[in-house]
Every structure is written in structure tokens, then in C-alpha cells.
């Protein structure tokens, strides 16, 4: 059990691509562990991507479940995440454990559908969207090298308008 | 003495202020903070937070011989302020309607009752100079939340041809 520490920018480690899990074993379960403990122990947060901890395997944890009203599949520990499929697009606020003191608006698919292992090697399948697939994008660019600040987008920009009121 | 300063700059819009109104500032070994620019009608304004270890006299010094080149007005005072200090807008508000040239005054003043800190406000007039249509949008920090926001926009839109949208922003952390 420990607290990890985690990468901040401009460390050159953030942009390496990890590589697929392939042992699923008691030194996986014990990592997952302390990347959770990692999790909660840092600024609230609804994420967090084993490369933020020098760690570069294709493991990410997302938990979304704080927030109020928002639909979630809970705390999730998804391992070689692969998106399958995405749908629209909506423009959202977003920081990053590995980014302090700087926010920016970032567009990401709307809907996503994703196929990951769980903690036993099984494969899953999500239905995901909103601010819970979100997360799960700006998780698995870790995995792939990218910050959310390799994509924003204008501050000015318009955010996804969900309710209209007449 | 936090040394940051507050500059304006102020003036008919052409090509090359920016750069070279922060070159004069880099050269003179100030260093940028946060800046924001607007273009409006052909105008032009930056507001930039530049960190300067001599005195506003000596900056404007530095920053004088391109806005007279340039025809700006150049504004510097001392702020306390440092970096990180900017409130996090947790709800945008966005507000339509025709005919309704007082909007900008009827809405704010309602927001404001509210609890919200407007913290950024853009408004443009769109459609024709017969039809002509009204577009502003908000983005602020809702003091007392984002349903006494709902509500006190519910009650302006009575009645009334706009539509009001509000929509919270959820800043994600991972
Ligand atoms: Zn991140």
C-alpha cells in the first residue's frame, strides 16, 4: 500500500505510450490498489491513468459516481480500454492531476461505446455517455501520450446546451 | 510589492500589436501572465497581466514608443493580484430573443440578485436591421447555485419571446 507520486508536466514520461496488460496477477491487484489510493488521496478528482504514476501499462480507473445526476456504471478499473465506436461531439471544462493550476474546454465524443478487461482478465463491454465518457477519453489519452491541453479548444467556445427553457 | 502590473492597450485594430507590444515587454525583461484580447467593430483591447520588477513608470517607458507607432492608448497600474487567482465559472448561461434591445440590463440585473458572479459576458446583435436578433451568452460562478439561477431566469422569460438556456459546467479532474 502506498501513495504514488504523480507526473506533472513538462515531464517527457507523460507523453510515452503505454503498453497493453498482459499479466493479470497479484502485482496487478496490488498496483490497481495503490493507483486508487493514489486517486483518492489527490484533489478530488474522477479519474486517473497508471502513466500519471510512471507507470506505463494501459490501465486507467474512472469513478464519476460523486457527482450528482449524472449516469455512471460506478467505480470502474479498466484495463487495454478500446473505444469501439463514438457518437457527437459536446465541448466540456477540463484539468488534470498532471496539469495544475490551468483548466481549458476540450471536445469529446458525447456517447461512447468501449470493450475493456476488468481485474480478472474478463472483457467488458460500456455503454457510456456525458461526463462519464468523457472521463474515460481524457483517461485513455494518458495511455496514448496526450494531455487535454493537446486539444483544446477556444475558451470562448460554446458548451453542449442540454435544456432549453421557453 | 507583488510587482505585477495591469497594462490596457486600447486602440483601432491592424496587424502586429500584440507582438509587438509584448516583444517591447520581453525586451525589457518583464515576463506575461494571464492576457485576454477582444476585436469589436474594428477596435481593439488587451488586457495583460505583466510581471515587472521596476516601477509603472519605467514599464510605460518600455511600451511608449510602440503605441505611439501603433496610436494606442496604453493604461498600467499596479495590482496586487498574482496568477491562479480567477474564480472557475461553474454554470454558462445563453440568452436569445427579438426585440428585446434591454436584455443585456434586464437579465444581468436578475443574474446578479441571484447570486451569480459574471465572469465573462460576450452579446452581439445578429439578424437584420428590421429583425434584428439578440445573442448573449454568460459564464459565471453561481453563488448560491445553479437552480436559483433557473429560477430567477424562469420568471424574466415569461411572457417573453426568448429562450433562455442554462447549462452547469462540470469541470472534469483526471
Ligand atoms: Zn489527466
Given at each position: 500500500m502506498a501513495i504514488l507520486d504523480i507526473l506533472v508536466y513538462p515531464d517527457p514520461r507523460l507523453a510515452q505510450i503505454s503498453s497493453p496488460?498482459?499479466?493479470?496477477?497479484?502485482?496487478l491487484l496490488s498496483f490497481i490498489f495503490d493507483l486508487e489510493e493514489t486517486m483518492r488521496a489527490g484533489p478530488p478528482s474522477v479519474g486517473i491513468a497508471a502513466p500519471q504514476v510512471g507507470h506505463f501499462e494501459r490501465i486507467i480507473l474512472v469513478d464519476v459516481s460523486s457527482k450528482p445526476k449524472i449516469p455512471n456504471h460506478g467505480r470502474l478499473t479498466l484495463i487495454n480500454p478500446n473505444i469501439l465506436c463514438k457518437q457527437g461531439s459536446m465541448v466540456g471544462r477540463e484539468g488534470c492531476l498532471s496539469v495544475p493550476e490551468y483548466t481549458g474546454n476540450v471536445s469529446r465524443a458525447e456517447k461512447i461505446t468501449l470493450q475493456a478487461l476488468n481485474k480478472e482478465g474478463k472483457s467488458l463491454n460500456y455503454n457510456m455517455e456525458g461526463f462519464e465518457a468523457r472521463a474515460v477519453q481524457h483517461e485513455i489519452d494518458h495511455l496514448d501520450g496526450l494531455l487535454f491541453l493537446d486539444r483544446l479548444v477556444s475558451?470562448?467556445?460554446s458548451l453542449f446546451i442540454r435544456k432549453v427553457y421557453k | 510589492m507583488s510587482n505585477w502590473y495591469m497594462l490596457t492597450v486600447v486602440g483601432r485594430d491592424r496587424p502586429g500589436i500584440v507582438s509587438q507590444v509584448t516583444l517591447a515587454i520581453y525586451k525589457g525583461g518583464g515576463n506575461l501572465g494571464e492576457a485576454s484580447m477582444?476585436?469589436?467593430?474594428?477596435?481593439?483591447?488587451i488586457m495583460l497581466m505583466v510581471h515587472y520588477e521596476g516601477t509603472a513608470e519605467l514599464l510605460e517607458k518600455l511600451i511608449s514608443p510602440v503605441g505611439d507607432k501603433l496610436h494606442l492608448h496604453i493604461h498600467i497600474v499596479s495590482i496586487k493580484g498574482a496568477l491562479h487567482q480567477r474564480l472557475e465559472p461553474d454554470v454558462r448561461i445563453s440568452i436569445y430573443g427579438a426585440d428585446r434591445a434591454g436584455i443585456v440590463a434586464e437579465t444581468t440585473g436578475v443574474l446578479v440578485e441571484a447570486g451569480l458572479n459574471i465572469l465573462n459576458l460576450e452579446s452581439d446583435v445578429g439578424g437584420s436591421p428590421t429583425n434584428p436578433i439578440y445573442i448573449m451568452e454568460i459564464d459565471g460562478a453561481a453563488r448560491n447555485g445553479v437552480d436559483s439561477i433557473r429560477l430567477a431566469l424562469d420568471s424574466v422569460a415569461k411572457g417573453k419571446n426568448i429562450k433562455i438556456s442554462v447549462t452547469p459546467i462540470n469541470t472534469l479532474m483526471g
Open positions: 496488460v498482459e499479466k493479470f496477477n497479484d502485482e475558451r470562448r467556445s | 477582444v476585436r469589436l467593430g474594428g477596435n481593439f483591447s
